[in-house]
C-alpha cells in the first residue's frame, strides 16, 4: 500500500508540473503565432513520444529479467530525483530562482515575439518546431519516469493512475490559466518529487541488487524520510550561508 | 543533443558520475559479500549513505560561490 500510494502521488507531481511546463510553451507559442501551428507541433511531438512508449515499454523493460530491470531503472530514478533533489535544495535556500512556469511563459513569448510574423498561408515552421520541441523533452522525461515508477513490483497500475490524475488537473488548469499558475508552489512540490523519484530509486536499486529492506515497502517511508531530513539540512545551511555573505 | 544531455544526465556532471560511482561500489560490494547475510540486511544503507553523499557533493559550488 505504501509503495502504491508513493507511486501515484511520485508519478502525479513528476507528471503534473512536466505537463505544466509544456503547457507553458505551447501557449506562449499559440498566442504570440498561430494557434494551429503550436497544436500541430504539440501533436507530432506526442506521436513520436507515443513511439517513445512502445520502445521504452514492451521492447526494452519487458524483456529484461526483474533483477537486472530493478538496477536499471533504480539508477534511471536516482538520475532524475537527485537531480530534481539539488535543483530542489537550491531553490529553497535561495541559492537559484525559485520554479516558475508562468516566467517561462512569458519568457517563451518574448522570444517568439522577436521573430519575425507568419506568412499567411503557409506553415509557421518557427512555432510549430518550439512548440513540439518542448512538449518532446518535457515528455520525454514523463515517459521515462513513468516507466520506471511502474516497472516496480506493484506493476503500472498506480504511475499510470497518477499520471491520469496529472494530466486531468493540467489541462483543467490550462482552461482557467494565469493566476493559479503564479501560485502554484512549483519549487516545493519539485523538491517533493526529488524525494520520491530519489527514495524509489535508492529502493529499487537495493532491491535488485539482493538487499532486504527492513519493513519490506515500508521503508520507503523511512528512506523518504531521511532523505528529507539530509536534505533540509543541506537548505538550511546554504542559506545561512547566503545570510551570512550577500551574493 | 544538449537539450537532451541535460534532461538525461542533468545540469552537473557530478550527480551522474556520483550515481555511476554507487553503482560500481554497489555491484562491486555484491560480488564480494556473495550469499554472506551482511549485504541482504545492511547494503541497502550502504546504498542510501553512498546516495547522500552524491547529493552533497552536488551541493558544494553553493557553498563554494558564497565563500568568495
Keep these: 500500500m505504501t509503495a502504491f500510494l508513493l507511486t501515484l502521488i511520485g508519478a502525479a507531481l513528476a507528471v503534473g508540473l512536466e505537463l505544466l511546463e509544456a503547457m507553458a510553451i505551447v501557449l506562449a507559442v499559440g498566442s504570440t503565432r498561430r494557434p494551429r501551428d503550436a497544436v500541430i507541433g504539440a501533436l507530432g511531438a506526442v506521436a513520436l513520444l507515443a513511439l517513445a512508449v512502445v520502445v521504452v515499454g514492451p521492447l526494452v523493460l519487458a524483456r529484461l529479467p526483474l533483477e537486472p530491470l530493478q538496477v536499471v531503472i533504480g539508477t534511471a530514478l536516482l538520475l532524475f530525483g537527485l537531480e530534481w533533489l539539488r535543483k530542489g535544495v537550491l531553490r529553497l535556500a535561495g541559492a537559484r530562482a525559485p520554479s516558475n512556469s508562468l516566467q517561462e511563459y512569458l519568457d517563451e513569448r518574448e522570444a517568439m515575439e522577436a521573430l519575425p510574423p507568419p506568412e499567411p498561408g503557409r506553415p509557421d515552421w518557427p512555432a510549430r518546431v518550439v512548440a513540439g520541441k518542448g512538449v518532446l523533452l518535457e515528455g520525454l522525461e514523463v515517459v521515462l519516469i513513468v516507466a520506471a515508477l511502474g516497472a516496480g513490483p506493484q506493476g503500472l497500475a498506480p504511475a499510470v493512475a497518477g499520471a491520469a490524475v496529472a494530466v486531468v488537473f493540467v489541462i483543467g488548469l490550462g482552461l482557467v490559466l494565469h493566476r493559479p499558475l503564479a501560485r502554484l508552489p512549483e519549487s516545493h512540490l519539485k523538491y517533493a518529487v526529488g524525494i520520491v523519484l530519489s527514495c524509489f530509486g535508492v529502493f529499487f536499486l537495493g532491491e535488485g541488487l539482493g538487499v532486504d529492506w527492513p519493513g519490506g515497502d515500508a521503508a520507503l517511508l523511512y528512506l523518504a524520510l531521511v532523505l528529507v531530513a539530509a536534505a533540509q539540512a543541506q537548505v538550511t545551511a546554504i542559506s545561512a550561508r547566503h545570510a551570512q555573505v550577500p551574493a | ?68
Design chain 2, 1 to 68: 543533443m544538449r537539450a537532451l544531455r541535460k534532461l538525461v544526465l542533468g545540469e552537473t556532471w557530478t550527480l551522474p558520475l556520483g550515481v555511476l560511482a554507487t553503482l560500481a561500489l554497489a555491484l562491486i560490494l555484491h560480488e564480494l559479500a556473495g550469499d554472506t547475510a551482511w549485504w541482504r540486511h545492511a547494503g541497502g544503507f550502504v546504498l542510501l549513505a553512498c546516495v547522500l553523499a552524491v547529493l552533497a557533493a552536488s551541493l558544494a559550488p553553493a557553498w563554494r560561490r558564497r565563500e568568495r
